[in-house]
């Protein structure tokens, strides 16, 4: 197993951390960024100079570009980049203000966006690598309630699938991860729902109101989760998604049988706006 250095946002809690652990006991490095390093600081004494920790919010545009750089100056070489900071803005689209809506976006969709721009130079430069997306089953199929979320995971996807192409001649792999329910911490720890509205009372809307219910059942075991994101590097070539927990597998299938249903349904109607055929 060769030894990697991994860059990864998000690294003091859920999948994050799971995976700064597991690779640091393993015997690779990190560069281990987060808002707030400080709960970090076990396993710098644990393991020294193979853990690299830098501040990072990822809502902040300069400040990554600032430290993707520095990561790659300190380290030398960074193998594997994984986006993992994000978490769920819940509610109907009504009741979320201006500013919930810009730092969900800004968190899941920008902040991967600007992370990619600021790896691919070195990545490429270094003749490969590999760019791992934390994203949901949320990132495939809906939920009420959920609106923002799902455009802030749907829109990210289409960018790394894009990416995919763009970047597979330059050596470098992309692949999204579609975690299900693990006990995380993500829906009671960082979660975030608006003032309700008493109009959404009732409605499907309301069902996201109870997300950070910690009697919710889970599926997945998140350390196993970790585990088989970080084999995923192993496969060549990179898995463009990687699905985890059984939950997620069928979520998944069943919304994409239904659009392709669909879909499928309209291909005379579609066919019927295209110009003539010539003779």
């Known amino acids: 197993m060769p030894q990697r250095t991994w860059f990864i946002t998000g690294s003091t809690s859920g999948f994050g951390r799971l995976m700064t652990e597991q690779l640091l006991e393993r015997g690779d490095r990190v560069a281990a960024t987060a808002r707030d390093t400080a709960s970090l600081s076990d396993l710098v004494e644990r393991y020294g100079d193979r853990i690299w920790l830098a501040q990072l919010d990822v809502t902040d ?51 991967p966006i600007q992370i990619l721009r600021a790896a691919v130079p070195h990545l490429r430069a270094q003749g490969g690598g590999r760019i791992i997306q934390v994203s949901t089953y949320g990132g495939q199929a809906t939920n009420p309630g959920a609106s923002l979320y799902h455009a802030s995971k749907w829109g990210v996807e289409g960018f790394m699938e894009a990416n995919a192409k763009d970047l597979a001649p330059f050596g470098i792999g992309v692949t999204i991860v579609e975690p299900g329910s693990a006990a995380t911490g993500f829906r009671v720890g960082s979660s975030r729902l608006p003032e309700p509205m008493a109009a959404y009372d009732g409605t499907p809307a309301a069902m996201s109101r109870g997300i950070q219910n910690p009697a919710l059942p889970s599926v997945s075991d998140p350390a196993k989760v970790a585990a088989a994101i970080i084999g995923s590097v192993d496969q060549e070539p990179a898995p463009l998604r990687l699905v985890t927990g059984s939950d997620s597998q069928k979520v998944i299938a069943d919304a994409l049988r239904e659009r392709l249903a669909d879909i499928e349904a309209q291909k005379v109607t579609a066919a019927s706006t295209d110009l003539p055929k010539e003779a």
């Open 61 to 111: 545009t300069a400040q990554i570009r600032d430290v993707v750089e520095r990561a790659f100056q300190d380290l030398g070489t960074v193998d594997v980049i994984v986006n993992n900071a994000g978490y769920g803005l819940f509610g109907a689209a009504e009741e979320l203000t201006d500013e919930l809506i810009e730092h969900q976006l800004g968190t899941n969709l920008v902040g």
